[in-house]
Each structure stands twice: as C-alpha cells, then as structure tokens.
C-alpha cells in the first residue's frame, strides 16, 4: 500500500543559483504566496535554504512539502571540485576520457586545455570485452575487479565507475562488477555505466558516466545537511529535488542519478515558463534569461520544453541525459565593449564576470560593460547606484569617453547607445542561431524574458528578431523558484530502434510506446507525491537513410502507420530545410515517452500581492526619467509594477521598475496585464535602420 | 557617403550572420557525415567585381578560409571571357576542379549570384565534402595516384541548376562516376538550399540598411579589415624569419619534399615567399594555389583569431615564389593530398618561422597529420562491401601558456573522430587498445600534446588497407628549445609479422586477412622551450599518470626522481646544471 500525502499543504520552491536563494511558498487553503529572496551560501547551500524560509516567515512545521532546485553539482563538475573517483574499465580504454573525440576548443588558436575528468593514474583497466552485438569476447577477469577496488580504495577514491566497451548492448559484466564491488566498496557511490545511459559511443556514455559517480557523494553529502538543518527546524515534509528535466525525483534517491541534477537550474526557469505560457495563452516561447556573464536560451513548444540528450556543459563535457535543452550564449550584463584595432565596436565575448564585474558595482571593475551603458543611458536607475560601493556616474562616463566615445568618435551617450545596439545584435544572432539549430523560426514564437537583466533588453531583441510578442512574467527575478514550485513529476525513456520504417514491425511503436509509458507511471506511483493528472507526450527522431542529424517529430497518438510517419517526416523535413526528399526512406532512430505527473496549479496572480496594486496606472506611476532612446533623449514615465492595475495597458516609451528588474517598453510598444499578472508587450514594428 | 563605425560595426555582424546561418543550414541538411558530422564545409559571399571574400561562416572548416574566393574569383574571370555560360536568374553553379581555385576533388562547390533589381549584387558560395567523387580509390584518397583523373571525376564550372530547377542531365552524368549516388542528392540539395537562404537573409539586410549603404560598408570593412591585420603584423620585427617543414615523401618516390619559407615583414605588409620548395611530385602530395595561399591565411588567422574572415585581412599578406614548385601544381598532377596533408605542412612552416619573433602567440609544431587510414573489403557476416575511414588526432605543440592538447583535430580541421564503439558496429574490426601514444609529445618547457595509439584487428572476410598520413620520417617541430614530438607510426601486423610501409605512414591497398592488425601511433606535439627549465614537478606527475617513462624525466627533463616518484631536488639541480 502506499501512503500518499494529502496535497492541501503548503509547498515551498527554492531555488539556489548563482548570486541568490529564491523562495516561493505557497498555501493552496488561503492562495497566500510569500517570497524571499537571499544571498547564497555557496559552501554549504543549505544555509542559504534556511535563510530563505526565514525570511518569507516559514512555519517549517506547517510545511508540506519542499521542492528545491540547488547547483551543487553543476558548481562541482565547472569547478572541478570533484569527489575522488576511480575507473574500472576494459583493458586498452582507459584513456578514451582523456582522449575525447578530437577536437580543439575553438576553431581557430592552436592553444587550449583539457583536463579529464579522472586522472590518468584513478583510471584502471582490466580484462573484459564484449562486442557490438553483445557477444562475450573475453570473459571479465573478477580478481582483476577486486584487485582494482583495493588500489582505487587504497588510493583515497570514494566513489568509482565501472565503463565497459559496448555495455550497453550487453551489461553483464557492468552488472557483475558492481556486484563484486559492493561487496568490496565501503560505500554506495557505484556508477555502472550503461545504468545512467545505455547507448553507444563510449566517450559520451563515460564521461556521462564519471561525472555521475564524481558528483554523487557531494550531492548525496548536501541532501543529508539539508534535511538534517530542515529536520532540527521542524520540518516533518517531504523533499523533491528538481532534475535538469525539469521534473523533480525525491531527496532519497536523487543522488543514484546525480548527473541528472547538473543542469538543474536553468531547467527550473524554462519549467516557469512554460506553466506561465500556458495559463496566459502562450504557449510557444523561446526563454531568455539574462544574467551577469551569459544568457541562456531555450525554447518551449505547445507548452512543453524542448529536451535534448546530447548537452555538453562546457568543452568536451557531454552530459547525455535527457535535459532541458537550455542554450548558452555568450553575452550577459558584464559582457565588456571594446573598439577594435579595425575601429569598430565589439561586445563580448570578454565579461567582467560578477567579479569585478561591471564599472557601477563597484568593486573595482575598470572595463565598460552592457550594464555599464544601460546606467549611462537612463535605462537603469542611478539614484539606486549609490548603494553599490559609491561608484559615479562621472567615473564611468570618463571610462566609456576614453575607451569606446573618442576612438569611434562620438559622444559618450553615443557610444553607450552603441554598446546597447551592438550586444542587443550580437545576442539576437546568438538567439537565431539557438532556435535555427532546434529548428524553429523565432517570428513564431513569443519571448519569454526573466532573470535580472532580461526585461531590460527583451522588447529590442523581439524587435530585431522579428518576434511579435514579449511575456515578462509578474516575478521574473524568482523565475527558477516558481519553477520548482509547479514542476511536474516526470520521467523520460528512449528507446533505440533505428531501423527503415518500412522495416518496423506491425505494433512494434506501440508496444515500445506502452512499456514505456507503463514503467513511468509506475515510477510515478512510487512517489509519496500524488499527481492530480498523468499525461504521456510521444515522439520519435527521425531521419532520412545515409542520414547522421536527427529531427525530432511529435506524435499525437501512439500507433501511426509507416506511411503516416514518413508524411509527418517529409512535413517536418520540408518546414525545417525546404528540401523535399520523396524517394529516399525515412529511418526510425528513437522511440520517446515523457510521462508527465500534473501537480495541481500554481495562482499565479498572486504573485503581485492583489491588496497592492492600484486602480489606475496613474496611479502606479512614479515619476519620470531622462532616457536616452533611439538617438534622442526624452522624459518616460517610470512605473512599478506591483501598482500596476491587473488589467494596466502602457504604451512606450516607458519604464517598468520591480524590486529585482526593469522593464523598458520602446516607441509604440504597448504593454498590457493579464489575468495572470504577466505583462504582455505587443512590439512595434519596425527596426532602427 | 561616410558611415560611422557603429553602422558598419551592425553591418559586418548582419553579413557574419548570413554566412553562419547558410553554415547551419547546409550542415543540419546534408546527407554525408562529412559534412553533417565533421563539418567539412564552408559558407561565404563573395564581391561581384572581383569575387574577393566578404564574409565567411565561422564554423566553416579553416582549410577553405581563403579557398573559395579563388574559385569565385576563376569563375567570374571564365565568364567574362565567355569560357563559361553566363548565369541568369535561378542558376547555381557546380564545379570541382583543384586547378581553378580548389583544393581536391571531394570539395565541390556551389556558386549562384545573388540578384538585386536584376543585377549581381554579389555571389554566394559554399563548399562541402562529398564522401566520394569516383577515381580510383573509394573516397578519394589514393595515396599512389599520379595523374588527377586516377582521383576522380572533374567537374569544370557548369549550371547544376537553371532558373531554379536542378538539370536532371548533368546530374546524371555525375551520378554515373560517382559511388553511393543515390543519397547525393540530399546533399546536393541541401547545399543549394543553404545559399538560397543566404539569398533571403541579405534581402532583410538590403532592406533594412539599404543597397548602398551596404555596399560601401562592405568596401570599408575590407580597408579596415586589412587595417587591422596590418597592426597585428606589425609585432612582427622586421627582417627575415625562415623555416622549413618537410613531408615525408610523395608516396610514389621515396624522396622527402620540403617545404622552404622566408617570412619578410616589408612595412606594413609580410611576404611570405615559397622559393626553393620541392618541384612538383609525382604522388598526390601536391598542393594547388589556391589551397597554398589558403594554408597561410589560416595558419595567420590561428596566430591572430581576432581578424575577421575577410579579403582585407589577406591583403597584407604577400604571397611568392611558388611558380615551378610542389605548393603550386598544373594539371595534371594528383592533389588529393593537399587539403588534409600539404596545407598543415604549410601551416607548421609558418608556425616555425615565426614562433622565434612572437613567442607568446605561435606553439610549437602541432601533430599535422589527418591521420587517414581506409579499410576497404568485404564482410561476409553481413554480404557486403565496406569502406571504413579511421581519422585522428595528434598531439599539439606546447606553447607560452601550457603544455600542447593531447589528440587534438587536425590544423586545417575542426571534426570529431567517430567512437570505438560506432566503428565496431558498423564494420567487421574489433579495436585492442585506443590510448595515448605514451612518450610521444615532445620534451620542453612546455611539452607537447600526446598523440593517439591504437590497433585495431580484420575480424572477417578480406580487405585493404590504405594509409595517406604524414610526419611519419619527421616528428612535428620544438621550438626555442623545446624537442621534435614523436613520429607517426604505423605497423601492420600480419599474424605474428609486423610490416612497416616503405613510405612509413603512406601505402596503398595492403591485403589483409582476418586476424591480422593495423597499429598506428600519431605524432606528439613539438615542445617549447628548454626542457631542462620544465617545472620538475610537472615532470613528475607526468610519470606518475604514466606519460613518459620514468628514465625519460632524467634523460629529457634532467629531472631525478625518489622512490616514491617525488622529485630529488638536490640532484635534479645537480643533474641539470652539468647538462
């Protein structure tokens, strides 16, 4: 029998990023939210958990449950603050994690390094091999298992990886070496590598693979200390932790899959969105949050994220699990501008990072940056400066006169309205590029703008890309949080066919499709969580024979005939390169289910506390701004957002300020509030030539 | 008319744009793993007049960075004298020819002008590899051809496609030379299909900006492109800086070919001049032109990647002295060595000649081999014939900030190899070992990269074994100091007997039979710098991951080490003082 919780209780979502803890605390009774908003502890996350629930005013024992989005993972494997982890692999392998596939990191500039995951001397081989069809070539030599135990236990590893050549075809001799090793390992920290992705090419599975094993006992080491500090609160819930798709799997296990949880973060937001999207009746976004060194990119369709299991988190550092495909790019607020030695303007790559970060922070910052420029430009506030370590105006314009004003010859407000222009071009590049590659035109989408610099830019970008609407969310600063908070129970399966449609046999899709759709709802069940709905999204990748790249193609129902999979095929071919191809078969590669648990919605009006806002924009209004736009500066009206009547309708120029953002609306822009409390721009046409 | 900087800054980050979506465009839709896979294809636009490069996608391969406006170039110049059909609206041309303006006959090129108020504006262009042009060998890499029609099919510029429709006669006549016809046409379609989208994509620019406005930004980024290079060229001392880099042999006649290069800054301009380089050879390890000039530009733009791809940043570079030499081959000479292995040996002289005059920008030699090695046969298991391709990496050569990357892509590429495990299932080979080539990058202050080690076993029925690789005589060059890395190895063991090529790391259609194994190790890196200067602790940890031997640390680092493989402080000074 198993016990499910009643869901009438309060629920928390935190979230830890980067700079902040975020925390949205629901209760479905009352409809009351609380949010708080606190710097993160970096060396133990969970201080910042706490502090969070004690400054929305948490009753810990009135709480139910708490989903929890953290980064120490993702934090581990960039910083290479990796637990001691050894490899067990087949004798002649053991430097395919050093090797990589061989490549550079960029194209050009023969310098570059990699370091493996696993140094050379934690990585051991020992006798085994299968082949491709799964066949025993050389049986696994067991005493060399325990042989390697003992040097990799001798050796100061507390977790281990057992990689063998072709495992995913057949596991056996994974599967026995784990069981050898967990007679032999004094701990629990045993990746079999085909258990976390059993596909082939060993460089992607193997990495996949020690990442998993390098990470699991930090992960499982932070859970312990979080529920321990929630415990000695009072707290008696439950913990979910968010996955990187964007599902969440219970504090207890969540460590057995740890890779699972590295991208965590930016899928929390993309989950926001998407719930957002949904209940404002836009449900195809492309998502943009904007942070201090990088932005990240995603797109969501019908409502639903796009998922990928082929991310690489940096440089030879493919993680292939199912994830929220988030895309970065390479410009964020502290993106420094430079003239070039051919004279023109450039932005970014270079980034002041968030230390020093940009000149207006204050903390010794000398080099003039996106944020920087917005401040110059009246798009930030500058009364608001004078908390950030005393930096003026003044000391800042002399930097942009003498970088970037007198080599490009202009003005000083012309040079920063040219550092605007240039990064909204160059990430408006990034962001075709990003939806180009996942095969999507931006002019069909909404822009989904959130994080704490995206507001600022999001009504240019759409403009420059072409896209017609922007969806500002009504707490775009706490996005990740919200995420965890409406995110789903869900499990994704893949399943391997690849072969000609006309060679599929009759029922085969559907019986794949049922046990897969049967195992996750069985893993559903399995939750102490209830789910107030289940529903199963379907698709298969496909691709034309003699084909490597893949393209993803939804199914509305689980039974389509070869020839209605080769129509939807050539459609989806057709709308994606405008290429027919009629006489060549489509292959089959991948049979996918998600299957999703619906847990029960978030109001999202009430994230704008309602008692709060006013009857009229008018009366919203704060005042008024010198902002330097489209090349003239003129005096806007300065709004903020919680007066904002729900029903407000704003036409540009004009500023929306928030306790964590600023919204800047164009010439003809025109904002309007929904039912949800989104602001919803409908962007002028017509780009500055 | 004047533009200010921040228009043109927009412009040139609008034209970048088009090139790296007709980039995407063309990869995502490509057929031939070649090009969908390893990104063995390149999108640009090109000047009407003169068909100079404006623009070049950034994830083109760096091998066509200076390519394709040759053949732009040579096909303007063939219209203009009436050589070639002039184009109307809707026509794409298609050609391959090495000797106007290419590399080798797997890079075949589309080009169709681009029409504004029914005038050439400017030509869009791209390159991609297909996986086979007929010839003698499947793919193309014969590495004992000796006259170009033995490497296959030679297309010269002709009208694929007219008023938009493709010429189903021509096709065919292509189809009919070339093997695994039947999926060309994705990639023929999706190389057409790039361009077109190229073509939309500066109609919005056109439109946004204005014809004119465009046009004279494009000439001032070409003066300013060249400005630009010039600054960075002038950190060159003036003077003379010469190298030379030697390819092992031709794979016909057993002579080593040598690759001579005089680096003179002149000015504001640097000349590299080719005099005294090999005559022509026989085998097909003969560079083309436009693939020589190519191999200089990218090897300058490895040095400097901050100049954009452009016709202005080659202008200061001056190129001489290749009439009558191996780097500037006529018809009929065999060039399919060109791309993959000539153009790096291009690369590693330029590297040579000026790593000495800007140490903190130029490494030491990378491993400069593509590292090609083709298995041909047949699989009985499976009732069909097979061509398998195993490409590699090699180490790169240490350099100011670091030691060299272990098994890095090649110079002139930018693929990934395919997995063990890939291989393994789609041919009938069985893989013993794919490890670093221990010992292999060369000692230095820096060290060099380590190379690539791996064998790898016929499990059934017949096949041949072909090899087109390269620094199997001579390892990749030190520099200041540093050692040459390793050589390219490559043994063929039948049964018990191990066989070593007479050209080393070249040979054509060894028979093999099942059980039989090819053992290859790539080159190492070229070291930088003084190895007796290395960290000795560094040296250390490089023989305790097991890089080097452990009497290696006293022979090459004169670093001696204790017991426990911590360095001997006292007579690692000693050691290296009486060095």
Same mark, same amino acid.
């Given at each position: 029998m198993r016990m499910t919780r009643p869901d009438h209780g309060q629920m928390a979502g935190i979230d830890v990023g980067g700079t902040f803890t975020d925390l949205v605390q629901l209760d479905p009774a009352t409809g009351e939210v609380k949010l708080a908003k606190v710097p993160s502890t970096l060396d133990n996350q969970a201080f910042g958990v706490m502090g969070a629930l004690e400054a929305a005013g948490s009753d810990l024992g009135a709480l139910d449950l708490i989903v929890h989005g953290t980064t120490t993972t993702t934090n581990a494997v960039l910083e290479r603050k990796l637990s001691r982890t050894g490899l067990i692999t087949t004798a002649g392998f053991r430097d395919v994690l050093e090797l990589? *596939?061989?490549? *550079?990191?960029?194209?050009?500039?023969?310098t570059g390094q990699f370091t493996p995951i696993i140094p050379r001397d934690l990585r051991l081989e020992v006798a085994e091999r299968m082949d491709a069809d799964g066949n025993v070539l050389v049986p696994l030599d067991e005493d060399g298992i325990a042989r390697a135990a003992k040097v990799l236990v001798d050796a100061g590893c507390v977790s281990v990886v057992v990689h063998f050549l072709h495992a995913y075809a057949n596991p056996a001799h994974e599967r026995r070496a784990g069981e050898i090793l967990r007679g032999l390992w004094p701990n629990d920290h045993i990746t079999l590598g085909h258990a976390i992705l059993s596909e082939a090419r060993e460089f992607e599975r193997g990495v996949t693979a020690a990442v998993n094993a390098s990470v699991q006992p930090i992960l499982a080491r932070y859970i312990s200390r979080l529920t321990g500090e929630l415990e000695r609160g009072g707290y008696r819930g439950d913990v979910l932790v968010m996955n990187g798709n964007g599902g969440m799997v219970s504090a207890q296990t969540v460590a057995d899959e740890a890779a699972k949880t590295v991208m965590s973060g930016p899928a929390s937001g993309v989950m926001a969105a998407a719930f957002t999207g949904r209940a404002a009746g836009l449900p195809d976004l492309i998502t943009y949050d904007m942070g201090g060194t990088s932005t990240d990119v995603a797109m969501v369709r019908n409502a639903e994220p796009a998922v990928s299991n082929?991310?690489?988190?940096?440089?030879?550092?493919?993680?292939?699990?199912?994830?929220?495909d988030v895309r970065t790019v390479g410009a964020g607020g502290g993106s420094i501008a430079r003239v070039t030695e051919a004279g023109l303007l450039q932005v970014g790559p270079e980034s002041a990072g968030a230390d020093p970060g940009p000149i207006c922070y204050g903390r010794g910052g000398r080099d003039p940056t996106i944020s920087d420029a917005n401040l110059l430009l009246g798009r930030l506030d500058p009364e608001k400066l004078a908390v950030r370590g005393g930096v003026s105006l003044a000391e800042i314009e002399t930097v942009f006169d003498e970088r970037l004003a007198r080599p490009l010859g202009v003005s000083v407000t012309d040079a920063a309205e040219a550092v605007i222009r240039m990064a909204n071009t160059t990430m408006a590049g990034a962001i075709r590029m990003v939806s180009l590659s996942l095969g999507a035109d931006p002019r069909d989408f909404a822009l989904f703008a959130f994080g704490g610099a995206g507001p600022l830019h999001a009504v240019a970008l759409a403009r420059e890309l072409g896209i017609p609407r922007v969806l500002i969310p009504a707490r775009p600063g706490v996005t990740n949080a919200i995420g965890c908070a409406v995110a789903d129970l869900r499990h994704d399966f893949v399943t391997t066919v690849n072969r000609p449609i006309d060679m599929l046999d009759p029922g085969e899709l559907d019986d794949i499709f049922d046990a897969q759709t049967v195992q996750g709802e069985r893993m559903i069940a399995r939750e102490r969580i209830a789910a107030t709905g289940i529903r199963h999204v379907h698709s298969v990748d496909m691709q034309f024979v003699g084909q490597t790249h893949l393209l993803r193609v939804e199914l509305d129902h689980p039974n389509p005939s070869p020839a209605e999979l080769q129509s939807l095929f050539e459609t989806a071919y057709f709308r994606r390169f405008r290429v027919r191809l009629d006489r060549i078969r489509a292959n089959l590669v991948n049979v996918n289910t998600s299957v999703i648990g619906s847990r029960p919605p978030l109001d999202l009006a009430r994230l704008i506390d309602p008692a709060g806002r006013k009857a009229t924009i008018d009366a919203a209004r704060t005042g008024t701004r010198d902002l330097r736009i489209d090349g003239t500066t003129r005096e806007v009206a300065v709004y903020w957002r919680d007066h904002l009547p729900l029903d407000a309708m704003i036409e540009g120029p004009a500023i929306v300020e928030q306790m964590d953002t600023t919204l800047l609306l164009g010439v003809d822009d025109v904002a309007r509030g929904d039912a949800q409390g989104n602001l919803v721009i409908t962007v002028a046409e017509g780009m500055a030539p | 008319m004047t533009l200010d900087p921040i228009t043109l800054s927009v412009i040139q980050a609008g034209l970048q744009q088009v090139c790296d979506e007709m980039d995407l465009a063309f990869s995502r839709a490509a057929f031939s793993p070649v090009i969908a896979e390893a990104n063995d294809r390149s999108d640009g636009i090109y000047d009407a007049a003169d068909g100079a490069l404006i623009a070049q996608g950034a994830g083109g391969l760096p091998v066509f960075v200076g390519t394709m406006q040759y053949s732009t170039r040579t096909l303007l110049s063939m219209i203009e004298n009436g050589d070639v059909a002039a184009p109307c609206q809707g026509d794409i041309y298609i050609v391959n020819d090495p000797y106007l303006g290419g590399t080798h006959l797997m890079d075949v090129r589309f080009a169709r002008p681009y029409w504004r108020n029914g005038e050439i504006f400017c030509w869009l262009s791209n390159t991609g590899h297909w996986p086979d042009t007929g010839g003698a060998v499947p793919g193309g890499f014969s590495a004992s051809a000796t006259a170009v029609e033995q490497e296959g099919l030679r297309l010269p510029p002709v009208r694929l496609f007219k008023g938009g429709e493709m010429d189903p006669e021509i096709y065919a006549i292509i189809c009919s030379n070339i093997r695994v016809a039947d999926q060309r046409i994705g990639d023929v379609r999706a190389q057409a299909a790039a361009l077109d989208l190229g073509a939309d994509r500066l109609d919005l620019l056109l439109d946004r900006y204005g014809d004119d406005t465009v046009r004279h930004a494009i000439t001032e980024l070409r003066r300013r492109a060249a400005e630009q290079m010039r600054s960075f060229v002038a950190r060159v001392p003036e003077g003379r800086h010469e190298s030379v880099a030697w390819i092992d042999s031709d794979g016909v006649v057993d002579e080593p070919l040598a690759v001579r290069l005089a680096i003179t800054r002149d000015g504001p301009d640097l000349h590299f001049d080719f005099t005294g380089?090999?005559?022509?050879?026989?085998?097909?390890?003969n560079s083309v032109r436009a693939t020589t000039l190519s191999s200089v530009y990218l090897a300058m733009r490895h040095i400097f990647p901050e100049v954009p791809i452009s016709a202005g940043a080659f202008e200061p570079l001056v190129v001489s002295g290749l009439e009558g030499t191996f780097l500037d081959a006529q018809y009929p000479r065999p060039v399919s060595g060109c791309a993959a292995e000539v153009s790096q040996r291009i690369a590693e002289a330029v590297f040579a000649a000026l790593v000495p005059v800007l140490p903190d920008r130029v490494t030491a030699a990378p491993a400069g081999t593509s590292g090609n090695f083709a298995l041909g046969g047949h699989d009985p298991a499976r009732g069909r014939d097979f061509v398998m391709y195993q490409l590699s990496g090699g180490g790169y050569g240490g350099h100011a900030e670091g030691d060299g990357l272990a098994n890095g892509c090649s110079t002139i590429g930018i693929s990934k190899a395919p997995p063990v495990e890939i291989m393994e299932q789609a041919f009938p080979v069985l893989y013993h070992r794919y490890a670093l080539h221990e010992g292999s990058g060369g000692a230095g202050r820096y060290r060099g990269g380590f190379g690539l080690d791996y064998e790898v076993e016929l499990r059934r029925g017949n096949a041949t074994a072909s090899f087109v690789m390269d620094h199997g005589r001579f390892g990749p060059q030190g520099a200041l100091g540093g050692h040459d890395g390793a050589p390219n190895q490559v043994t063929v063991w039948h049964g018990d007997t191990p066989f070593t090529p007479p050209h080393l790391s070249k040979a054509q259609d060894i028979p093999l039979a099942p059980g039989d194994r090819v053992h290859v190790r790539t080159p190492g890196g070229g070291g930088y710098g003084d190895p007796l200067t290395r960290d000795p602790k560094a040296v250390a940890n490089d023989v305790r991951l097991g890089r080097y031997e452990r009497d290696a640390a006293r022979r090459l680092f004169g670093v001696v080490l204790l017991p426990d493989g911590e360095v001997d402080e006292e007579a690692t000074r000693l050691a290296r003082a009486h060095a």
């Open positions: 990589g *596939r061989r490549t *550079r990191p960029q194209a050009y500039g023969m082929e991310i690489e988190i940096e440089y030879a550092m493919p993680i292939h699990v199912p994830m929220v | 380089s090999s005559a022509p050879c026989r085998g097909p390890m």
